[in-house]
């Protein structure tokens, strides 16, 4: 079966190849009849629906590169345009990016007016799934971008809460102050967590109780890639990538800015973040903090204890850009205290909170417009010091403490474009130092190096694209002997991950795209060494020290479709992953902490799945939203489910535009019971949820103010989150109403 399986996979990826090859030379022999002369482009930029123009945005051609910023009317104006098709973007700092198409056919009279809008339904860009910007709509991998207004309207307490509406994704949850998302059923070290393209070096993927350390209340915008994303960023990312950005990525005359407050009634959550934007000709200076609380959350069953969380952080930098070179140098910091929830019958509970914290140094810099054939090039070193401690909240007693060092480096070559041919291509490091001490001191200090080379390149006609890329990496870890496991083996892992994709289009505005991806995954430090009793995975662990890789080879495929009235994306998965290390129960429990023993092992496993989209215009001031998303799961040997993969769920929802600047959102989200269940795992029960959700922009030539609310759980209903470890006794959030106020000044 398992052979058939892969016979299949590579009849796919040769017949992809072929049919790639095929549509290239018909496609360039197309090309070559095509028209040749220059023309200009010019517009308007306004802000929503109240026609007021909006100086000092931005304007981008994404395929050309040229950039221009509006006047005082908000006009701008490109000369020198090459006849083609093209996606042009508008971004003004703090506001999500505008981005349409269109065609430059004549010398002359070529316009369009671009509309940046805080809320609603509008046409996105990306710069994690090519590492350079991308309409999401051109893109090959699936994308979800997610804006600063609509992170605030949902739930900023965690990544994982504000993200689990996005078809694909889901949470992972130990109480409120640890939900992570879950991409396709991938979670933990399978998932990797940027900040602004770089790892953030915390912990949240190694166990259920460990958040991750970023404050939603001053980002910009959070983007998705769902599917394998090891190419550019590697071993950890063969489910997807979040990236967390906030931006300060150019420089802008005068002042720009944002004081954002928020509110919620279920669990008395508050807090308040500001940030600021400095610009002159060449050079840019910023900063921001803020911070949030919440309180015991309440279901219809009564308070959930111990599901408090704290948060607060800042961040400043500065920044020099220059025609051709630029480099920047931000400081982050970010301090955590959140409780672990227990259970209520519990006669002798021992309530537990943990104290992450972590500090960032980042260092950026590079050259534009290079005369050979490297274009362009951006250097990144980041230094990450992250500390978390688990306290018995009663005592105060440290039960275990842990330290994560890590410095990264990276650096991302652009080549110049030579005719329908452009990429990218670069390397990468990571040295870490690891230690933990205390009860769950399950690893023993290691120091983890890694190092890779990688190239992106994409062949880009009129009328199709075929991308293809490489990445080879080595993973090293080197534990130290300790008295209580002795000397351990060094390990050393390394491995080839490849990719090749085609969009095609295939009618006005629609286009089908497929991918092939053979990705590698290096185990994680925990799958190796760990050894004891593990309470945030809820199981005592034994690793593996001679564990091998993961080898995924995986195919999707989907259909887009983006107008004024109908915008469409629709995904098939299917992932045959060969040495797939999981936790398997062994029956046995631990006397000394009560937990099931389980044991790292490997096996083979296959992930299939769909997610779609759909939002159409009904009315003018009517659209629909429907959302659908579902994973099948399971070790393929013995057909047994893998744990914690979520169920069937659908969505649907009304954007209503009643007045000028007012938006409403109505939805029903409802899910099915997972009973496809992991050896010893609960089933779970399916449930019907009402939200109704809406915004109020009142925009100004030089501010805007947003207003959100969002009423969740309307119908106060018990529900459970099935990828949640406490959810036998911690049920998902009951009724309540979270409001958010932000003033925006450019």
Known sequence: MIKAQRNILTITFACLVLSSAFLIASVATKAQTQQIGTGTLSGTVTLGDTGN????????????????????????????????????VARLSGVPDAVQSVDVRTANANTLDLHLQLTGMREQVTVTATGSQQAVSSSIQSVNVIGSTDLAKKNPASLGAALESEAGVSKRSFGPGTERPVIRGFDGDRVLVLQDGNRIGALGFESGDHAEPIDLLTVERVEVVKGPATLLYGSSAIGGVVNVIEGHDAAHKGTTGYLSAIGSSNNNQAGASGGIEYGTDRWLFWGNGGGQRSGNYHTRLGEVPNSFSRNYGLGAGVGYYGDKGFFSANYQMSRLRYGIPFDPS???????????????????GGFREGGSFVEAGNFSFQYNRYRHSEINSDTGEVNTAFKNNTFLYSGMLDQKK?????????????????????????????????????????????????????????????????????????????????????????????????????????????????????????TFEIGDPTLTRELSDGLDFGIRHSSKRVRVEANGFYYHIDGFVFLAP????????????????????????????????LHPKVWLNLGTDYVNAELTSTSTPLPRIPPWRGRAGLELHLVKGLILNPEVVVANHQDRIFTIETPTAGYTVFNFAGSYLIARQHTAHIITFNAFNLGDRVFRNHL????????????????TYTVRFF
Request: proline residues 6%.
């Open 53 to 88: 123009a909006v100086h000092g945005a931005t304007v981008t051609i994404l395929q050309t590169r040229q950039s221009t910023v509006t006047d005082e009317n908000g006009k701008y104006e490109f000369t020198s345009v090459p006849f083609g098709r093209y996606d042009v």
């Open 724 to 739: 949640s470890f406490i959810k036998d006794f911690a049920p998902e959030m009951g009724r309540g109403l979270r409001v």
């Open 418 to 538: 030579r005719g329908k041919l452009s990429g990218r291509f670069g390397f990468w490091g990571l040295h870490r130092n690891f230690e933990a001490s205390g009860e769950e001191a399950l690893a023993p200090p290691t120091t983890q190096n890694a190092i890779a080379g990688f190239a992106l390149e994409t062949i880009d006609f009129e009328h199709a694209s075929l991308q293809f890329g490489g990445r080879i990496e080595n993973n090293r870890y080197n534990p130290t002997a300790t008295p209580a496991r002795g000397v351990l083996p060094n390990r050393s892992f390394t491995g080839f991950s490849g990719a090749v994709g085609l969009r095609v289009p295939t009618w006005t505005g629609g286009a089908f795209v497929v991918n092939f991806s053979h990705s590698y995954r290096a185990p994680a430090l925990e799958e190796l060494y760990n050894d004891g009793p593990h309470g945030g995975n809820v």
């Open 346 to 364: 519990d006669p002798a509970p021992e309530p537990v909170h943990l104290t992450p914290s972590r500090d960032s140094f980042k260092f950026n």
């Open 586 to 617: 062994t029956g046995a429990v631990d006397a000394g902490s009560g937990l099931n023993i389980a044991n790292y092992e490997q096996g083979t496993s296959r992930f299939l799945g769909t997610e779609a989209k759909l939002d159409f215009q």
